[in-house]
């Protein structure tokens, strides 16, 4: 995993430096060379943190967000996540939206110490406060050493690719990543500098970068949440199938608020929605969800491995309709993400592997994980 912060803080103002000026950041490593040539990459949903938790930011830091999962995170070689806030203290909401999202200076240090390498900005809520705040999320993610995908200063930097380095045994690999933003049925464009699926060009993207890449990752979020879950897949199979078809080797289909499972084209994975990995709301839809880490080997899929997890729960339902799944879910001391474990692991594994089920593909579950495993068999 590269991290800039996982350095000493003696050498975190070099390392910077090297980053900005010298371009090498690839040779840094915590955990040294990747001896098996594997390469695994983990993906979690999304990250939506407003105002209202800036207190907390002040008072404990925002590395409280990832407290229980930073050792997962950064377990694996590649670890990204869809940022779908802000992070600044300029600018001014947009007219319409009801609800605008913000999150204060200092969550790009929680997300580089978690061990995240690159997330998507090309989500619903990084333009609620305009270009400011756009302008500075980049520069506080890039400070940390973390690659913004899918969001720029302009419309052509927001659709360049992000290059995350895995130091193996024989030589250096790169993994590729792109990401892209769908708000409706119909392409839409703005004057906001993110990189819009424009269906052509990500095609192309893909096709560029795939020769050079150990793995190409494409980030494509659908915004609203569909009230049809195979609505929503049905629509997005036909963007991430072909993206697969042009040399995609992983493909995560985001939608707000929206838990789906995994297909496998091709012997690729299709990730169809994550749902909130941490969520500025009391309630959330889903609370018992699953983080992926795929294993590959020469762009080979090996497994997935799917580790259960818990966010937030409240006490009791406030959200009208809501299934009251975890009034009766043990309180734990951490109110952040965390590792399911014992019966309520195994029940989330299994409702998850109804879900791949529902797509054509197989699930196994194991001590308290859950496996897809490819075979040309």
Same mark, same amino acid.
């Given at each position: 995993m590269v991290s800039l912060l996982k350095v000493s803080d003696s050498r975190l103002l070099i390392a910077v430096l090297i980053t900005i000026f010298g371009g090498i950041t690839g040779q840094i490593t915590a955990d040294g060379p990747v001896s098996s040539g594997e390469i695994s990459v983990l993906v979690v949903g999304d990250i939506t943190i407003g105002s209202r938790m800036t207190p907390l930011i002040e008072s404990k830091g925002a590395g409280v967000f990832f407290q229980g999962t930073t050792d997962l995170i950064r377990s694996a070689d590649v670890a990204t996540a869809s940022l779908n806030v802000s992070i600044s203290e300029r600018g001014e909401p947009r007219y319409g939206i009801d609800h605008p999202f913000? %999150? %204060?200076?200092?969550?790009?240090? +929680? *997300? %580089?110490?978690a061990g995240f390498d690159a997330v998507s900005l090309a989500t619903p809520h990084i333009m609620d406060f305009g270009f400011e705040a756009l302008e500075d999320t980049i520069t506080e993610l890039e400070w940390y050493g973390v690659k913004p995908i899918g969001a720029g200063t302009s419309a052509e930097t927001a659709k360049r690719p992000a290059w995350v380095p895995v130091k193996r045994s024989e030589t250096d690999a790169q993994v590729g990543l792109l990401a892209y933003y769908r708000v409706n049925e119909f392409t839409q464009y703005t004057e906001d500098p993110l990189a819009y699926a424009v269906y052509s060009e990500m095609i192309n993207a893909v096709e560029q970068i795939r020769a050079k890449a150990a793995l190409v990752v494409v980030w494509l979020h659908w915004g609203s949440r569909s009230l049809s879950m195979d609505e929503a897949i049905g629509r997005q199979q036909i963007f991430a199938h072909t993206l697969i078809d042009g040399g995609a080797d992983m493909v995560v289909c985001q939608q707000l608020h929206t838990f789906g499972g995994i297909e496998l084209y091709q012997g690729k994975p299709i990730v169809y929605s994550l749902s909130d990995f941490? &969520? @500025? +709301? &009391? @309630? /959330?839809?889903?609370?018992?969800?699953? *983080?992926? /880490? %795929?294993t590959f080997e020469a762009k080979t899929l090996k497994s997935v491995e799917l580790i259960p997890i818990l966010t937030d729960p409240p006490k009791t339902s406030v959200r009208p309709g809501k299934s009251t799944e975890t009034s009766t879910t043990p309180e734990v001391s951490n109110q952040f993400p965390s590792i399911l474990t014992g019966k309520v692991a195994v029940d989330t594994l299994q409702k998850y592997q109804q879900r791949c089920a529902e797509l054509n593909t197989k699930m196994f579950i194991e001590d308290e994980r859950g496996w897809i495993r490819f075979s040309n068999d």
């Open positions: 913000r %999150a %204060a200076p200092g969550l790009g240090r +929680a *997300i %580089a110490n941490i &969520y @500025d +709301a &009391y @309630d /959330k839809q889903h609370s018992h969800i699953v *983080i992926p /880490k %795929a």
